[in-house]
């Protein structure tokens, strides 16, 4: 009996050198990947024949995570059910990434990898999140373009601060997308610089190409070789909640003189695979740099095409160095977001060439709609929406002087965010006196404070510092000597009030 037992533990013990039991690891520990592989629960995964890019997307508890839109910038796929993806990798692919799905962890550095050499698997892993985060802030900035180390530092210290400031604030979940331009024409040393500084808060940063960000004098994938190193791809896409963002390349390029906007039509067809997995009951939110508008060009209608009817639609650019809300009617009726620069006028001085402040927008995203946005000024409270001047005030300096050319009983009021549902009230001694109205049509199509610092007294070119103004407005006052307040309702019922008059140029180029 004693010798049946010990040659019975002797087989156990040999049976467990030969065939270990796996152990569970922490819960931090990268599993290694499970080996099922196209209808089977063992061995290696073998790709279909033909396809040699391909990997598995796991969560940190190990499993498989299915659904997910995988891409080579040209196609799209999904994982199945044990997480896997495979495709045919595309001549010309640079990147393989996936689209954050909702309910994980957003990054914007961790989304993608580099294509390398003969490697054909890439693998991924997604961090859970304990909700789906349908209810969160979305912060917009617009071409920092920075040229010199001095304007990098006015980034640092000025800029992201109140960035910071602002993420440190937010009750909800945010992230933020910068549109483009991140530095000047010529300077891509100052990259990874400004890499550094967009990461530098809790918040993850997804970053567009501007026509800035990419080398003249240079060719092919050279093009843009340092902004792909610092920032990844040029088109992806990632979904919080009910949202489905999409980043896109929209500039043609051949050299800093002769670009223009449009898609070509390999970007329009990822596009459309990446749509094609995105069902019509969500929000989109495309963010590019050169504004679309109603122009001719290239893929525009066909890309716009393919973001009807969803639930929303989001338009967001930047480029112009102003800000405008702009609405167009064809193919449909929509809506793009034109968001004043980071930089204002190119870093000379505190505001864009029509006014609006240095900057960057909030957006609070609820479900599939936007149930609030506001312009934020760089140091200055949020509540900062409107500047008034006198509409016979003057200003200049040792290269001209710009008014508006009215009278004394006139009021101009700049107010930066201004939409078509929005309202533009004066009150003169504490009474409702009547509305604003557009200075566009009928008054003039400047800002003339703004030309005053810029042309009168940096000797700014004309051409470059005069850009139109679509939300200046002018009112006659029933009493010149009356105590004025100009009130601003905007589309989500919040109330901007100013009552100062800015008469003087100071703060211009010296915050207060």
């Not at 009807?308 to 989001?314: I, K, Q, R, S």
């Not at 004043?340 to 609070?364: F, K, R």
């Not at 930066?416 to 504490?430: L, P």
Request: charged content about 20%; aromatic content about 12%.
């Amino acid at each position: 009996m004693k010798n049946k037992i010990k040659n019975i533990f002797l087989l156990s013990l040999l049976v467990m050198i030969t065939f270990p039991v796996a152990s569970c690891g922490s819960p931090g520990d990268t599993p290694s990947p499970a080996p099922p592989d196209n209808g089977g629960n063992s061995g290696t995964f073998k790709p279909n024949a033909g396809n040699d890019l391909y990997g598995q997307i796991i969560d940190d508890r190990g499993a498989g995570v299915a659904d997910v839109v995988v891409s080579d910038g040209f196609q799209s796929v999904v994982t199945n059910d044990k997480g896997w993806y495979q495709m045919k990798r595309r001549s010309g692919a640079l990147y393989v990434s996936y689209s954050i799905p909702k309910g994980y962890k957003a990054s914007s550095t961790a989304f993608y990898k580099s294509l390398t050499g003969n490697e054909k698997q890439y693998d991924f892993k997604l961090t859970r999140l304990s909700g789906d985060e349908n209810h969160f802030n979305l912060l917009v900035m617009a071409d920092p373009q920075v040229k010199s180390n001095s304007d990098v530092e006015r980034f640092r210290t000025e800029t992201m601060p109140d960035v910071k400031q602002t993420v440190d604030g937010s009750k909800l979940p945010i992230y933020g997308l910068c549109l483009g331009d991140i530095v000047d024409e010529g300077h891509p040393e100052l990259t990874n610089s400004m890499r550094v500084l967009l990461q530098s808060t809790s918040m993850p940063f997804f970053v567009t190409i501007g026509n800035h960000d990419k080398e003249s004098g240079k060719s092919g994938n050279d093009v843009t070789k340092t902004f792909r190193e610092n920032f990844g791809p040029l088109n992806y896409s990632f979904n919080r909640g009910n949202v489905h963002f999409i980043c896109l390349d929209n500039i043609l390029y051949n050299t800093s003189k002769d670009y223009k906007g449009g898609i070509t039509d390999e970007v329009l067809a990822w596009m459309k695979s990446d749509l094609q997995y995105v069902s019509k009951d969500k929000m989109i939110v495309v963010y590019y740099h050169i504004p679309w508008r109603q122009t001719n060009n290239k893929n525009r209608t066909q890309m716009m095409q393919l973001l009807e009817g969803y639930a929303n639609l989001l338009m967001l650019s930047g480029h112009t160095h102003y800000q405008e809300n702009f609405h167009g009617t064809k193919p449909y009726n929509f809506a793009e977001r034109i968001h004043g620069a980071a930089c204002g006028a190119w870093w000379h001085s505190n505001i864009c060439g029509e006014g609006t402040p240095n900057g960057y927008q909030v957006y609070e995203i609820d479900g599939n709609k936007i149930v609030n946005n506001y312009y934020k000024s760089t140091r200055f409270d949020k509540s900062f929406q409107i500047r008034l001047h006198h509409g016979d005030g003057t200003w200049g300096g040792d290269h001209g002087t710009y008014g508006y050319e009215l009278k004394r009983d006139y009021i101009v009021a700049n107010v930066w965010n201004y939409d078509t549902n929005w309202k533009i009230q004066v009150y003169e001694d504490g009474f409702y006196s009547g509305d604003m109205t557009l200075s566009y049509a009928d008054y003039f199509k400047t800002d003339a404070w703004a030309q005053a610092y810029h042309i009168g007294v940096v000797g700014r070119n004309p051409a470059t510092y005069s850009q139109t103004s679509t939300h200046d407005f002018v009112y006659k006052l029933k009493n010149p000597e009356a105590k004025v307040r100009v009130v601003a309702i905007d589309n989500y019922g919040n109330q901007y009030e100013q009552t100062v008059f800015t008469d003087d140029l100071e703060s211009a180029h010296i915050y207060k």
